[in-house]
Every structure is written in structure tokens, then in C-alpha cells.
């Protein structure tokens, strides 16, 4: 059980590292940003004609008389609504990850190379493009299996009584575990992790991963706090990274000291 505090714990210092170098903050913002601006338009455009794809994808139903007609469609309106919702939440980190791709990456240099003991940090020594090919292909097949996920729990989410206790609970921690994954990427990746590896590496420390990914997954249920967590969240998988590699961490530089690494002065552990 101790992992789970370790995991929650690493998410907390990845949001204090982050409000030490402020100045990195707001560009962590933007990526985010976009991406909420893109699933906001999306989901509205659902909303408003949502209604009229599901009476053009079942003509079979015309003739059927009141009220079954308007609860059939209902229902399908209401369950592709809550599927693209659903969807949302399990690709939103993937999508604003790709977008911020750059950022992210050097925000999690920045994170090795200020707790490595020796002030140093793993270089993938890939091309940007060839590192955002690896990045997209990989986000794909971690939705389909989130994807596959979602849809399981869904239908779950029918049954009686377990439906409405368990079944989310799982869902929570299924997220937290995709989401953790689509973090702990940005650092694993550079290290020449493959993504089997990865989801190997991630399965062999569930309740670490819980720890880190569930309170993040409950945080992103709130509008809007996704946007706000993201940079500290790569900050802090980055921490929970080197944890699943057994790498040695030492204590980060303090926040006034932020200025002389963006100078491009050597940050070392203390």
C-alpha cells in the first residue's frame, strides 16, 4: 500500500515543481488550452445537431408511432452524447500531449536535470518529427485500448446495482492507469522505453501508478482543471518515472534559482 501514497505523493511534488518555475508555466498552459477549445466546439456541435445525425442514421424508425419513436432516438441522442464525452476524457491528455509535444519534452528534461544527481538527463538523440510520429502512433494504441475500455464499462454500467457502485470505481482507476501512461511517455520515450515496455513496466507497479493516475483522473472531472494540472502533471510523471526505472533521485533546486537555468546554466541535485 505504501505505493499508492508514493504515487499521490509524486503528483503533488509535480505541481510544486511546477509553481517553483513559474515562468515555464503559462507556455504549459497554451497546449492545453487549444485542446479545450477544440473538444468544447466539438461537444457543442454535438449537442446542437446530435439529434439530427441519429434521425439520419435510422430511417428504419420513421414510421414507428409516439412515443416510441421520440424515446428511441432519445436514448441513442443521450448515449452517443455520453460516449463522446467519454471519449473525450480518455483522449484529452493524448491530444494535448501531441500538441504541446515541444514543451512537454523539454519541461521534462528541465524536471531530470534537476533532480539527477549528477544534473544530467537521457536524450532520446531522435528528430523532433520522428519523435512526434513515435508520440501520435503510440497515443493511437493506447485509445484503442482505452477505447475498448470505455465501451466494456459502459455496457457494465447497465447492471443493476454494480453498475451504479462498482463499475465506476473501476472506471476511475482504468483512467488513471491510460492516463498515467500517456504522462509517464514523455520521460519513458526519451529513455528508448518501447510502449510495450512501458505498459509492462506500469502493470508491474499498479498501485503506484493508482496513486499517481486516479486523483488525477477524479481532478480532470472538473471543467477547466485539466488545463491547469497538465504542466504539473508531466513534471511530476516524470519523478514517477524515474521511480519505475529505480533511478536515483535527489532534491530539486529551489525556485529562485529558476532564472539561472533558463540561462542555460548546468542544474544539478543538491
Do not use: C
Not at 504549459?28 to 439520419?56: E, M, Q, R, S
Not at 462498482?166 to 482507476?173: A, E, T
Amino acid at each position: 500500500m505504501r505505493d499508492l501514497g508514493v504515487g499521490f505523493g509524486r503528483l503533488l511534488e509535480g505541481q510544486r515543481w511546477m509553481a517553483r518555475h513559474d515562468r515555464q508555466y503559462g507556455f504549459g498552459l497554451l497546449p492545453g488550452l487549444i485542446t479545450l477549445v477544440l473538444y468544447t466546439a466539438a461537444l457543442t456541435a454535438l449537442a446542437v445537431w446530435g439529434d439530427d445525425a441519429v434521425t439520419w442514421a435510422t430511417p428504419f424508425a420513421d414510421n414507428w408511432p409516439s412515443p416510441w419513436l421520440g424515446l428511441f432516438r432519445g436514448l441513442l441522442t443521450v448515449v452517443l452524447f455520453a460516449l463522446a464525452l467519454l471519449l473525450a476524457v480518455l483522449t484529452f491528455t493524448a491530444v494535448t500531449l501531441l500538441v504541446g509535444q515541444p514543451f512537454y519534452e523539454s519541461l521534462s528534461e528541465r524536471v531530470d536535470r534537476d533532480v539527477s544527481p549528477d544534473g544530467t538527463t537521457p536524450q532520446s538523440g531522435l528528430p523532433l518529427h520522428r519523435e512526434l510520429w513515435i508520440s501520435a502512433r503510440d497515443s493511437l494504441r493506447i485509445l484503442v485500448r482505452a477505447a475498448l475500455w470505455g465501451v466494456l464499462l459502459f455496457a457494465l454500467g447497465f447492471l443493476p446495482v454494480v453498475g451504479q457502485t462498482v463499475v465506476p470505481v473501476i472506471g476511475f482507476f482504468v483512467t488513471g492507469f491510460f492516463l498515467t501512461e500517456e504522462l509517464t511517455a514523455v520521460a519513458l520515450q526519451r529513455r528508448g522505453v518501447e510502449l510495450r515496455d512501458r505498459l509492462t513496466l506500469l502493470r508491474s507497479r499498479k498501485l503506484l501508478v493508482w496513486g499517481f493516475g486516479t486523483p488525477l483522473a477524479l481532478a480532470f472531472l472538473v471543467p477547466f482543471v485539466a488545463v491547469f494540472l497538465m504542466p504539473g502533471a508531466v513534471a511530476g510523471a516524470t519523478l514517477l518515472a524515474r521511480d519505475l526505472l529505480g533511478e536515483e533521485t535527489a532534491g530539486g533546486r529551489d525556485g529562485d534559482e529558476d532564472a539561472d537555468a533558463d540561462e542555460g546554466e548546468p542544474v544539478s541535485g543538491s
